[in-house]
């Protein structure tokens, strides 16, 4: 558990020098990463130490490749999402390889953060339902408030969401504590 802990360590002094911060003063990949473990933890409490590892890594050092250096499309979103993730396998590869991690544990890691294998791999799934959790919880709201004025966008947004999750994950989003005018918005994208 040792080195679980330093490459945890590792990863969240990375995240501390987020520039961006919450309204609490946290860096925010700091307080993304934490709410990513808490999430894992109450959702999949025997969670392996490559899966930790991959949860806590999930944003690691995202402020470095900004959304705005990529065209404002589908297109560019995508092309952003791809370069993030391999960026966040081959840091997290880095700081694992100091902590003492083999190369396949880093590889699992890796694949992991790359969401390769996700309907087939029960890690890789539930890496996916907990980050799917947490943009419910922790985040819905805000990209709600910027979007108000397309309704039907968000709902679309909630049924890829929604589809991406296993359903245990389903089971545990019906559960969260969410605001009304979210849950709504739920009702409406799980419509036939």
Not at 78 to 98: D, I, N, P, S, V
Request: some cysteine.
């Amino acid at each position: 558990m040792q080195r679980l802990s330093q490459v945890i360590e590792a990863i969240d002094q990375v995240n501390a020098s987020d520039p961006n911060l919450e309204p609490d003063g946290t860096p925010r990949e700091l307080a993304y990463s934490r709410k990513m473990t808490q999430m894992l933890m109450s959702f999949e409490p025997e969670a392996s130490e490559l899966l930790q590892i991959a949860a806590r890594a999930q944003h690691i050092k995202r402020w470095s490749i900004p959304r705005d250096t990529y065209p404002m499309d589908r297109t560019g979103y995508l092309t952003w999402r791809t370069k993030l993730k391999k960026f966040h396998g081959a840091l997290t590869g880095e700081l694992m390889h100091t902590c003492g991690y083999a190369p396949e544990e880093v590889h699992h890691v890796d694949d992991l953060l790359n969401k390769r294998q996700l309907k087939t791999d029960t890690e890789a799934q539930c890496l996916e339902d907990v980050t799917c959790l947490v943009f419910l919880s922790y985040y819905f709201e805000d990209f709600l408030s910027k979007h108000e004025a397309e309704q039907d966008k968000v709902v679309e947004i909630l049924r890829k969401t929604w589809k991406k999750m296993s359903s245990k994950g389903h089971a545990a989003a019906l559960n969260l504590q969410l605001s009304e005018k979210t849950s709504i918005l739920v009702k409406r994208a799980l419509e036939p």
